[in-house]
């Protein structure tokens, strides 16, 4: 998932973007610590149509997907500022500030998360061998590329982390990529590689069927959401984005895919569908993502006064607080430990934690006015 930048700049479509961030967080959250209730493995009800089973909350089973809304969102707000010349990539130079401000961003907050996970919740002592292996693999990322240790054991959300993290190392080679050739010869090309290492993988892969594995949801898995929220920042910066009506039409069709996606990722988890149809429904939640991103930045009154609502907005800009403290006591949740009446109690501390470490941690150079009470621009 990706954090918020810390600037909001003109021109730059913060406020929606934010809103956007806020209702994947909550789709996060909802899967992650409300699917031992919901999930399609015999805890919902679901229908036969033509004989295969359809759940009518199919959307709330997959929350999960909203992961993949957050590496598109990560893709356009990192690369808008240079798509609108605000930002110059032209020399080591300002690949090195690039990379400053990038590790500024993610990894005061990554570290605090990661220091307190291993102190409390490691299998490992702190005095065994194996325990420094483990902290050198997720300090330096090298989880990302692990098949063994690709969910953390600690915190199996923090893969995404390390999929931004690389993403990041990444960005500015794919920029120049794109100044090169242009934005269509970008996305075509991730889109072309990503699909082919999904494809290689899940072929490969045997098992029950999962969400997400080392060999499909890599960096070079996932760089075609990147790439499509780099595209779309080269759209939005020449003002080809639609607007209107026709952005209004393009958000419900981008809901559809994400429904779409999540009915047939409920068929194959439940094996209807063979594994190896993973690797293209991922493209189908990237043309929801797609979708729907272009029709909140083009969104007419009603959509945009939702998506700009401020409570929203404030979840979406702690989304990065969010996501890494939620799974921190989810083990006591997976394992039973952790019933239905004590799930409010969790989930005010998750937000209370969030809200400090958003405040002192991500940005402390900004008031709690600024953070939580400023409107949205």
């Not at 934005?183 to 993988?201: E, Q």
């Not at 190896?276 to 043309?287: I, K, P, R, W």
């Not at 501390?349 to 402390?364: D, G, I, N």
Request: glycine residues 8%; proline residues 7%; positive net charge.
């Amino acid at each position: 998932m990706s954090p918020p930048e810390a600037r909001e700049t003109r021109g730059e479509p913060v406020a929606v973007v934010n809103g956007l961030r806020g209702v994947a967080i909550l789709a996060v959250l909802h899967h992650h610590l409300v699917a031992p209730w919901v999930t399609p493995f015999g805890m919902g009800e679901f229908y036969r149509p033509f004989g295969l089973p359809v759940f009518p909350k199919t959307v709330f089973y997959n929350g999960w997907l909203g992961v993949n809304l957050f590496f598109v969102l990560s893709g356009f707000v990192l690369a808008l500022p240079y798509e609108q010349g605000r930002r110059e990539l032209s020399s080591a130079g300002d690949a090195a500030s690039f990379f400053v401000r990038r590790a500024r961003r993610l990894l005061p907050l990554y570290y605090l998360v990661l220091l307190v996970l291993l102190v409390t919740s490691a299998d490992v002592p702190l005095s065994d061998p194996r325990f420094f292996r483990e902290f050198l693999s997720l300090a330096t990322f090298a989880f990302a590329f692990d098949g063994r240790r690709f969910l953390p054991v600690v915190n199996p959300a923090l893969w995404s982390i390390g999929v931004e993290a690389w993403f990041s190392a990444l960005f500015p080679l794919l920029l120049v990529f794109r100044r090169r050739f242009g934005a269509r010869a970008l996305v075509a090309s991730a889109l072309v590689l990503s699909l082919a290492v999904r494809l290689v993988a899940t072929s490969h892969f045997r098992g029950p069927p999962v969400y997400q594995f080392m060999g499909k949801d890599n960096v070079f898995g996932r760089l075609d959401e990147f790439a499509a929220g780099m595209g779309i920042a080269a759209l939005f910066a020449r003002r080809r984005a639609p607007r209107g009506v026709a952005a209004a039409a393009l958000f419900g069709v981008g809901a559809v895919l994400f429904a779409t996606s999540g009915l047939g990722w409920d068929w194959t988890v439940l094996r209807v569908l063979p594994y190896e149809n993973a690797a293209l429904l991922h493209d189908v939640t990237l043309a929801g993502s797609v979708a729907v991103l272009l029709g909140a930045l083009g969104a007419p009154g009603p959509l945009r006064s939702a998506l700009t609502f401020r409570p929203l907005s404030v979840i979406g800009m702690m989304c990065y607080s969010l996501y890494s403290w939620h799974f921190v006591g989810a083990s006591r949740l997976l394992s039973g430990a952790l019933g239905e009446a004590e799930m409010p109690a969790y989930l005010a501390l998750v937000l209370l934690v969030s809200a400090t470490s958003y405040r002192f941690v991500e940005f402390p150079e900004k008031s709690f006015r600024e953070l939580f009470l400023a409107p949205p621009h």
